[in-house]
């Protein structure tokens, strides 16, 4: 028997890890509206970093969940998101698509445009935005606290970036003026071969800026 299954009821779209007696994973953004209301304070290290404005075009190459997507849109960006598990890309189309039914998002999701592939060869093949975002699935420790039992699942479901640093140099070097990473809070600099412009970091999350 297969360890995941991916199923729908009326309610969206559900994988389900059956070796876990956590609750199947399902991407419904309605329950962040709390977070997209104050995503426009200051106190928010995503605004910090990425400095969000109406119109100002963002690359997400490591979607997963999507929720800071849908903050960035919220706030007006166009937002590219990026992931190239199937499987995943097909929750995050259903959370979109539902999204777009939903009288607070219907905006927001609009702004967002979902892509099924290789982040390196998306960003190989369009223009380039104004800020590429990375937020990777970095192994987590045995005691860290992690998390929600949906980032629970999606870690066991998709396992660590093996090429992060990869994917990191790739978007350095395609010229794209502004990048923002979301390496493991409490780490030195994510990237040995290349120290961050700017940091913008809290007890619990950290924000790496290259400026080009």
């Known amino acids: 028997m297969s360890r995941f299954k991916l199923y729908r009821t009326s309610v969206g779209l559900f994988l389900e890890d059956r070796y876990s007696q956590q609750k199947p994973l399902i991407i419904d953004f309605s329950r962040i509206e709390r977070r997209l209301k104050q995503a426009g304070r200051r106190t928010e290290l995503l605004v910090q970093a990425v400095k969000p404005r109406e119109g100002l075009s963002i690359l997400d190459c ?4 999507g929720n800071d997507a849908l903050i960035l849109a919220y706030l007006g960006c166009e937002v590219t998101l990026i992931e190239r598990s ?8 259903d959370a979109i ?3 777009r039914d939903h009288h607070l998002l219907s905006q927001t999701a609009e702004r967002m445009e979902l892509i099924c592939d290789d982040s390196i060869s998306v960003l190989a093949s369009r223009p380039l935005p104004d800020v590429v975002y990375l937020d990777p699935m970095f192994p987590s420790k045995k005691s860290s606290a992690l998390v929600k039992g949906s980032m629970q699942v999606l870690q066991r479901y998709l396992g660590p970036d093996l090429d992060s640093e990869k994917l ?9 003026k502004k990048t923002v990473v979301k ?8 990237n040995s071969r290349m120290r961050p ?8 999350a950290r924000f790496e800026i290259y400026f080009q």
């Open 168 to 176: 990191l140099d790739a978007v350095l070097q395609s010229g794209v």
């Open 86 to 93: 199937r499987v995943i890309s097909y929750l995050l189309e």
């Open 183 to 190: 390496p493991p809070p409490r780490t030195s600099h994510w």
């Open 97 to 99: 698509l539902r999204a």
């Open 197 to 204: 412009t700017q940091v913008v970091e809290s007890r619990n």
């Open 62 to 65: 490591t979607a997963g969940l």
